[in-house]
């Protein structure tokens, strides 16, 4: 349904037993199955993806491309491609996302916004006359 332009690899894990206390900025792919407590930002990639699983929790601002959530998010989350939240995920904060895929039992306890980072494009139906046109 959606355009993925994002790749499907991981390259990295953050275990079960982590615990991480600290900003995290990544690239790529990363899996988070343990804590973090600080903000989790992929580097300005559009192939960036972010995967929370069921036991994880984050605890800080996302920020990433494509993000899908299965575990815990306390902050705000801002996905540039597409978000989906799979049926154990719990958001608390603001949510900014281009696409949307939520299955139920997800729940959000924040505001969704729509974000289009386009420009908006502007097409003249007829063509611009000259002014000296006699």
Do not use: W
């Not at 275990?15 to 300005?44: E, M, P, Q, Y």
């Not at 036991?55 to 705000?76: Q, S």
């Not at 939240?85 to 924040?110: F, N």
């Amino acid at each position: 349904m959606f355009s993925r332009k994002t790749k499907s690899t991981i390259d990295s894990l953050i275990g079960a037993a982590t615990n991480i206390a600290g900003n995290v900025h990544f690239k790529g792919g990363l899996r988070i199955d343990g804590c973090v407590k600080g903000d989790v930002i992929a580097d300005a990639d559009e192939t960036s993806m972010l995967v929370i699983s069921e036991h994880a929790k984050v605890e800080g601002e996302v920020r990433v491309a494509h993000l899908l959530v299965n575990g815990v998010i306390v902050g705000p989350v801002y996905s540039s491609e597409l978000l989906e939240l799979q049926p154990k995920a719990r958001i608390t904060g603001d949510v900014h996302y281009k696409a949307l895929e939520m299955h139920g039992g997800a729940v959000v306890s924040g505001k969704l916004t729509h974000d289009t980072m386009e420009e908006p494009i502007l097409k003249l139906a007829m063509p611009v006359l000259a002014a000296n046109n006699t």
